[in-house]
């Protein structure tokens, strides 16, 4: 089975588990990880075709890979739009449950969310099992919170219901896309199903819609966008609503997901996530006496990787006498995140530099590539975008280069209903919607289709 890090995904055995908490195999918790070990792990299709069930926006190429594709199509109806309507979004792809309503013009009427940190602090990570147990315990009386926050009477009197099918924990999207087909069934109303990383990449929309009173679209397209969490390290080339490209992604480890394990490393207590727990610790500590050496710093591309960092730190900790006096390992906390910092600094320069090369070919490139605008703007989002290290030095860079940048308020970056309602606001403006009955989730589910960047 998998134990899935607040910021990335880790393997145990389910004996390793009895073992961690000395109880008998046949413990409730080893029960449900054997369970869930025994279980045949559904492998993506490699088909180029339309996925059974999955909403009309996705489509595969010759190769398999599948992206988003807007078309105008009210599959399931769509609201009253010349006036402002109001969406329920529902968000259960990891280890939080959470429902928000939002409005089209950008209010959050109200949203809930019931976090799991408590259930699976003692793994050091989220186990599949307990969070879709506790997902089926509270969806319905998260909705419920959210709904009465909104000042509304029942879910009939939203106008949409959007949820995240995918990416994310198989089991756990199960059992939010269910809840949102069987209300979106009783209730009538339009669906959207909603890609889980475009919900963060357009989460900074919404934020500045909400920063800027007056204007129409305070951040509009084209802009990058460097997603930063657990499970995903990318960097975006986002053209409009269901049309991106990967300029960049890591290697290996997402950056969150090396934040969790180094933070474990440390022996810092990673109840609460390991990303802010090894931010805090970091704090106290000076990166110059612990110099760790920044990932890739000899290839000039859009590429990240993050595992060489955290086999470093793990290389350093082992020389210390006793695992390191608190100082030590605070010094080797900073020397970790100023590497992954600048690592990050890099990758983005190198994919700033590519977009203006586009603008300056004599002949027009075919393809994807052809289509890269002149970009001024940055969307930093994901989990790890409430890193305030991180936050300030990408916020320099940009403004170095001319580029402005934009974040979701701190609370905003992690999983959310909000951001679940936002998307399927998008797309219904757009005239999209999909048909509730059939859909089903998707663990794995890329955003776009990679480019293939190289450097002049």
Known sequence: MFLHGGMGLTCA???AIARTIRLAPISRIARVALRMSAAPERMPRTAPRLE???PKAIETDASGVSGLRIRAEALSGLPDRSQPFIVLGIETSCDDTAAAVV???GVILGEAIAKQDAIHAEWGGVVPGLARDAHIEAVGRVVSEAIAAAGLSSVADVDAIGVTVGPGLEICLRIGANHAVSLAEEHRKPFVAVHHL???CLMARLAALADSPGETDPLPFPFLSL???GGHCQLLLCRGVGDYSVIGSTLDDALGEAYDKVARLLGLDVGGGGGPALEAFAKKGDASKAKLPVPM????DTAFSFAGLKTAVRTRLAKLENGGTEEERADLAAAFQEAAIMHIERRLRYALVWCAEQQLLP?????EAAKVPPITSLVVSGGVAANQ????????LCEANNVRMYTPPTRLCTDNGVMVAWVAIERLLLGHSDTATGTEVRARWPLGRALDIKLT
Do not use: F, Y
Request: no cysteine; hydrophobic share 30%.
């Open 13 to 15: 055995s389910p004996l």
């Open 103 to 105: 409005r089209s013009d």
């Open 389 to 396: 290290a991180l936050r300030g030095r990408l916020r320099s």
């Open 297 to 300: 710093s000899k290839r000039k």
């Open 198 to 200: 475009e919900a963060h």
């Open 363 to 367: 002949t027009p490139l075919e393809g």
């Open 227 to 229: 997603l930063v969490s």
């Open 52 to 54: 059974r069930g999955m």
